[in-house]
């Protein structure tokens, strides 16, 4: 099996962590690139904590900053009914 497939031969889809307080994790064959289309040097197989506090110095990584400043972020995803009052139909 290659890196990136499943069993069952389908990729392996990229999961994002909106982690607690902290940053993205980034779980799952991808590229990041800078505005330039430049690509980071991310190793395969690697997860990755982006910045989202937007005070790492080592961007668009996090460097544990957010910790020291308190930044506080621990939504949880919600569907639009929800959001909008209405009870999700069964
Ligand atoms: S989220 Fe960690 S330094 Fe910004």
Redesign the pocket.
Known sequence: MSEGTVEGGGERPVTILAKNN??FLVDGPFRLVDADGNEYDVPAGKKV?L??????TRKPF?????SRMG?EAAERAVRAAEAEGQTPSA
């Open positions: 902290g940053p904590n910045c989202r506090c937007g005070a790492s996090c460097d544990g900053t957010h930044f």
